[in-house]
Each structure stands twice: as C-alpha cells, then as structure tokens.
C-alpha cells in the first residue's frame, strides 16, 4: 500500500509560487493514477489535480487551471503540483492520494499528513 509524503507548503505572498511533492513509497507508484487535494479548517477535502498513471492524461480544478501544474516523475515514485500567481483563497492544507482517474477521484489510499500551505501578506 502507498505510502504518501507531502512537502513543500509554507507561507507565501499573494502573487507568490509554490512546489509541492509528494512522495511515495512502495514499488507500485506508476500503476496509479495520483491526484492532489485540498482541505481548510470546517469544509470538505476538495479536489485539486490529477495525472494518469502513465501522465497522457491531467485534470485540473476548473478554478485552478489557469495557475496550477500537476506533474510526475515515475522514476522518483513522485508527484509535484506547481502553484503560481498564489491567492488567499489557495490557503489549505494540501494533500496527494492514489486516485482512480476521473471524476469524482476517488481516493484509493490513507491520507498523509499534508503540508500546508498559507498565503498571506
């Protein structure tokens, strides 16, 4: 079973850019699709991005998708969402799963720890 490592957050002016990893042990990774998701204090975890196992495939939040990056590197059992031009409303703590791709994503492993992620001036 997937084991899952978020790095990566930490606080960060609006307008700013972040790298998050994620990282995973176990010797299954690129048989998985990996999505990356979102949580604040009080609401729902919420869908971010998506890659297919082999990355011919992303997804991106709607809302998202004009300032967020999904990607992977199969031979380092790591998935990456890059985030720029960083607002408030992106404050959360973010969090990578295994995914079977498509919505509504559903999440096929125990979450990690996260890393969170504050936007503030």
């Known amino acids: 079973q997937l084991q899952l490592v978020e790095s990566g957050g930490g606080l960060v002016q609006p307008g700013g850019s972040l790298r998050l990893t994620c990282a995973t042990s176990?010797?299954?990774?690129?048989?998985?699709?990996m999505g990356w998701f979102r949580q604040t204090p009080g609401k729902e975890r919420e869908f971010v991005a998506a890659?297919?196992?082999?990355?011919?495939?992303?997804s991106v939040r709607t809302s998202l998708a004009d300032r967020f990056t999904i990607s992977r590197d199969n031979a380092r059992n790591t998935v990456y969402l890059q985030m720029n031009n960083l607002k408030s409303e992106d404050t959360a703590t973010y969090y990578c799963?295994?995914?079977?791709?498509?919505?509504?994503?559903?999440?096929?492993?125990?979450w990690g720890q996260g890393t969170l992620v504050t936007v503030s001036s």
């Open positions: 799963n295994a995914v079977t791709f498509g919505a509504p994503y559903p999440p096929l492993a125990p």
């Open positions: 176990g010797r299954t990774f690129s048989r998985y699709a």
């Open positions: 890659m297919s196992d082999t990355g011919d495939r992303r």
